[in-house]
């Protein structure tokens, strides 16, 4: 990796770098044609728009009653409402979530080329594999906020590394600006104010614009937690910024609980009583797998989304004498309490916990499963009412031009997530015996960024969340392109040494200090 430095740092800036450099201007144009033909052709196999049932459906509900709690965060709902100001058609909310997710990847990839120079032929590949990208499509015909969240994950991060390398105050703003609205989408942005702040100690900001960019997002952030924590604390009693997650708590700690032998379960508190029951007797009647089917899945989701487990079924017990709480009431209502019987089964069964929850999950996000993206439409050739009367369809159903509902051209990925989790550990790893992080430093700082995106999500996945694609395109995109960086960083640096190694010894002393120099 070349130094930019002269080259772009203080000669050209960004917008010229993109527009005034003849193969950038050639390459954007054939990735801007590429876009157009592949969105064309997918949309006439694919006509309409696909369903996830029923969590688009919830989508679709809390915009069209325009929520401010639901199941889901709300910022992909306000999303859909404020796209319906301005039409109602289903392939205009497709197209701009493809083009903004093929952007999004876009201005991150040249944003790499600008600040690290990779070789010529490496930018051709990732540009190739972020444009040629059935993954984007999908995601962006999906009527969720997977794809949403992805496009805005890529802006934050490349933001970020714009931070590093070139701060200012206007960044500093779209920062803030970026982060709270993926706060409001995805449960998984949580993290990102961590990262941010490691990247703020990596920039050369002054220590007072630190402490104000910092307090900036807190503040934004935390008046979103808690305007959401004072609408459910109206509704349940309850002081919680997500009752999604005391669900998820006991979901995740059931799946370690169910393999505790009878004669090896602990007391529990009184207030858990009535409900551990319930779940150790569910688990007693239901160890033939082949009968239940469902309970041979490990890390999965069913326990807290089957109305017939014993989740659900305790809930409705709890409100069988009130008649006049709703769903949403309901629901909300047990987030404390599932929350802490999660956190007391983690406590007292971390083994279990590690072996039947945790690893399987590692075992998930290094191939996450294609779950939803395995058919169009989950399958189904309808959709709920809601749908038909939110895009103005004709009717219930929905066809595709394709023989049948099945999609199998993103079953690679699984594969491909895997070997590109193997290849970035293996290419760090080399980096950093081959001394990269002194010799690259602004290359290193990337390196250290991207590697915190990728172990606190991973951690965060693993213990608190569901691994599957749609969920991991994110570090998915940032992990196969950075360690294709690393692998060319690391061919640059051998040839470099071997070049020293073959100076003669007087002439080494300028040369080594001219290795150094030659590496971002």
């Not at 190739?128 to 993954?135: I, R």
């Not at 032998?261 to 033939?288: H, I, N, Q, W």
Request: charged content about 15%; aromatic content about 18%.
């Amino acid at each position: 990796m070349t130094d930019n430095n002269t080259l772009l740092g203080t000669q050209y800036s960004f917008k010229e770098f993109l527009f005034n450099n003849r193969r950038n201007q050639i390459i954007l144009l054939l990735a801007a044609g590429a876009i157009i033909i592949q969105f064309a052709v997918f949309k006439y196999l694919y006509p309409y728009a696909s369903f996830i049932h029923d969590d688009s459906f919830d989508y679709l509900k809390i915009a069209y009653y325009n929520l401010d709690i639901y199941t889901y965060p709300v910022g992909y709902p306000r999303f859909l409402r404020l796209f319906s100001v301005f039409t109602s058609s289903d392939t205009a909310l497709v197209a701009f979530q493809y083009l903004l997710i093929q952007s999004s990847a876009l201005f991150f990839l040249f944003t790499l080329f600008y600040f690290y120079n990779p070789g010529k032929t490496l930018q051709i590949i990732l540009v190739c594999f972020m444009v040629v990208n059935p993954l984007f499509l999908h995601l962006a015909n999906h009527i969720s906020s997977d794809g949403l969240f992805l496009a805005l994950s890529l802006i934050w991060v490349t933001l970020l590394l714009w931070i590093i390398h070139r701060p200012s105050t206007r960044l500093i703003l779209w920062h803030v600006l970026i982060l709270i609205v993926a706060f409001t989408v995805r449960y998984n942005a949580l993290i990102y104010p961590f990262i941010t702040a490691l990247t703020l100690w990596l920039s050369p900001f002054s220590l007072r614009k630190k402490i104000v960019s910092l307090t900036s997002i807190v503040l934004f952030c935390g008046l979103f937690v808690c305007y959401t924590s004072y609408k459910y604390k109206k509704l349940t009693g309850y002081w919680q910024y997500s009752p999604f997650s005391g669900w998820q708590l006991t979901n995740n700690a059931m799946y370690a609980y169910r393999y505790v032998e009878s004669g090896k379960r602990k007391p529990v508190p009184a207030r858990f009583k009535v409900l551990d029951k319930m779940v150790c007797t569910y688990f007693d009647s239901t160890r033939d797998v082949n009968k239940y089917p469902h309970e041979a899945l490990q890390a999965n989701t069913v326990y807290m989304w089957s109305p017939g487990l014993p989740l659900y079924k305790y809930m409705n017990i709890q409100f069988k004498n009130d008649s006049t709480a709703d769903e949403m009431k309901r629901w909300a209502s047990m987030g404390p309490l599932y929350a802490d019987y999660g956190i007391w089964l983690i406590k007292h069964y971390p083994l279990q916990f590690a072996r039947y929850f945790l690893w399987p999950n590692a075992n998930k996000y290094y191939a996450p499963p294609i779950e939803f993206f395995q058919a169009y439409n989950s399958g189904r050739d309808y959709v709920a009412p809601i749908a038909k009367a939110w895009f103005g369809y004709k009717s219930h159903k929905v066809t595709t031009r394709m023989k049948n509902m099945k999609v199998t051209i993103l079953d690679y990925y699984s594969i491909l997530s895997g070997v590109m989790n193997v290849m970035f550990l293996c290419s760090l790893l080399g980096f950093i015996i081959m001394n990269g992080l002194q010799s690259n430093i602004q290359f290193s700082k990337g390196i250290i960024l991207i590697s915190a995106v990728w172990l606190i999500n991973l951690g965060f996945t693993i213990f608190a969340s569901s691994a599957a694609l749609r969920f991991l395109a994110f570090p998915i995109m940032l992990i196969s392109t950075f360690a294709l960086l690393l692998v060319d960083c690391l061919v640059r640096m051998g040839i470099a040494k071997s070049d020293v190694k073959s100076i003669q010894p007087e002439e080494k002393n300028n040369d080594s200090e001219m290795l150094t120099k030659s590496f971002v």
